[in-house]
């Protein structure tokens, strides 16, 4: 009963016509026939649509956070932290609205919608609290001779926020709000996949007192709006999350462009893997097996790809692993029942389908879960679960419902823990094990930046569990943890005799 309100939201939201279009100092401009935006639980349905950002607008928008920066750095860090609380608190009045855009432009479950929604307001709430803590009074270092040094920290100008399709919310939200905390101007890019939630969050930003010049949105895809904003040389700083491909790419876009050189902050995928030992619980760890694969379709970046289970118990954990993924299911992720909806674009499913027929050529299905249920017309992946040999079998992160067993002898720990390190990523690991001295062996030697013992790989709470990786993962820091704003600022110092 206490839920109702929130369901009569989602359906009201799922029910509306949502718009996207550039918005650039509060206006948006509209223009030529927009796209339509459908959801992929069905493809049918039209969830809203966009007006894509051309070179005038990049332009414009640039203009504007450019001359606008002063005045908001100057801003005292009190008054933008405020904002950034008001605009949590109307996502916390609105909860079930963006839940209900969550399920029908991501195409998430109503737990992962939750959880999105939840996980936007603690990084508008953490970061304003953060910022308080950094920016409201200087560092005051006494000098040897009676003079006085100030440190202080400075907005660094216009940053570029450009985010995933994923966690189309809480991805969008985050980054662009710690840039703002810590006194710069934001041009954000969202994903081309999901535009519709970054305009709804733009009009949630400007209403809670984020100044229209100060905060601009472009939907559009990479090459036409991503590449044309980061080339020009009034952007300060970026924030990426995606792909490691797309952050190389934009790597050499920067090392390119005339202007400043500026901090980049990527965060990107990962090959994540679990080792499993034989002194684990068995049936905790499948569940958390089951959901750190399979949840949200697998398409987080911090979901499990590659499980390396100790060959004792080899069949077993087979055998119940296979049992747990005939009970999901599949269909409609706005009904509660639903345990995994679609993934992101008939794309994404084309791949993923595609992955999963190469897979069952070169290595052993352990199984495929049914379809049945899952809507025709949406981008359903079964999800799957394939023996292979080692980690070699796979060339890159594998965006979706797809879990990799290997066996291992418990003799050869170190040769997993090396072919785990030989992929370069370094994103999230999983160990389920009583035995502690494994535990420390393991997280000393495996390069991850987030390991979870005897707990499944999913769901980082902002301020508590700082998220974020190494190597091709990404470049740190960790977001949601507290050096994340010092990356968004400059160190400016006063000494005065
Ligand atoms: P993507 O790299 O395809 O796109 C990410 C963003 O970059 C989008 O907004 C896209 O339009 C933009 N983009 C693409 N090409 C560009 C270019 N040349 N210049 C500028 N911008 C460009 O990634 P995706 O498919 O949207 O998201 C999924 C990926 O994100 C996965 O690899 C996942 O692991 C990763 N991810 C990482 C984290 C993390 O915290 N480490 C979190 C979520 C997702």
Known sequence: EELAPLGREMDRAAAQRWEAAPIVGGQARRRGTPTEIVDPADRRRVVGEAHWAGPDDVDAALARATRAHPDWARTPVEARAA???????????????????????????????????REAIDFLRYYAVDARRKFAEPIRMPGPTGERNELYLHGRGVFATISPWNQLLA????????????????????????????????????????????FHVLPGDGPSVGEPLLKDPRVAGVAFTGGVDTAKRINRVLAERDGPIIPFIAETG???????????????????IVQSAFMSAGQRCSALRVLFVQDDIGDRVTRMLTGAMDELRLGDPGELRTDIGPVISPDAKEMLDGHARAMERNAKLLRRAPLDGAGEHGNFVAPAAFEIEGMNALQGEVFGPMLHVVRYDKRRLDEVIDAINATGYGLTHGIHTRIDNTVDYVADRVKAGNTYVNRNMVGSVVGVQPFGGEGLSGTGPKAGGPHYLYRFATERTLTID
Do not use: W, Y
Request: aromatic share 4%; net charge negative.
């Open 83 to 117: 904002a950034l609380e008001r605009a949590a608190d109307e996502l916390e009045q609105r909860f079930g609205e963006f839940m209900g855009l969550t399920v029908r432009e991501g195409g998430k479950t109503v737990p992962d919608a939750v959880a999105e929604v």
């Open 171 to 214: 991805l969008f939200t985050g980054p662009a709000s710690a840039a703002l905390a810590a006194g710069n101007c934001v041009v954000a890019k969202p994903a081309e996949q999901t535009p519709l939630m970054a305009a709804a969050m733009t009009r949630v930003l400007h209403r809670a007192g984020i100044p229209e010049d100060v």
């Open 270 to 288: 990962g090959l994540n893997a679990m080792i499993m030992d034989s002194t684990a619980l068995p049936e905790q760890a499948v569940m958390d």
